[in-house]
């Protein structure tokens, strides 16, 4: 989810970057009809809840990632922003497992 001062020109990059994780997330969750405004106000949210400490001091150890996204919609307690979790949640483990492939394989490289 990176995003930084020049993505998105001369808008808003958290702005930006929330427009194309609404488009995420209507594709996850597969709806012919896309998200409700609801579900788009509580993802926008979300979607700036996380990107806050990132915002607050840009360096690469606080820039969010679909996990911490991921999480902040679990807090949310709405039922149709949790189907939208559960639409995420097979990406959020996809990313994990490479992560921690990426990780494992340069710890045994280097040995």
Do not use: W
């Not at 609404?22 to 405004?37: H, N, R, T, W």
Request: aromatic residues 8%; charged residues 25%.
């Amino acid at each position: 989810m990176d995003v930084n001062s020049h993505y998105g020109d001369e808008k808003d990059p958290v702005s930006v970057k929330s427009e194309f994780i609404l488009s995420l997330c209507e594709i996850a969750m597969g709806s012919k009809f896309g998200l409700d405004p609801a579900e788009k106000s509580i993802i926008d949210r979300c979607v700036r809840k996380v990107y806050q400490k990132y915002i607050s001091n840009p360096i690469p150890e606080n820039m969010p990632v679909l996990g911490d996204l991921y999480h902040a919609l679990r807090q949310v307690n709405s039922k149709a922003v949790n189907n939208t979790a559960d639409a995420l949640e097979i990406y959020v483990a996809v990313i994990r497992k490479a992560s921690v492939r990426r990780i494992l394989k340069r710890k045994f490289l280097s040995i």
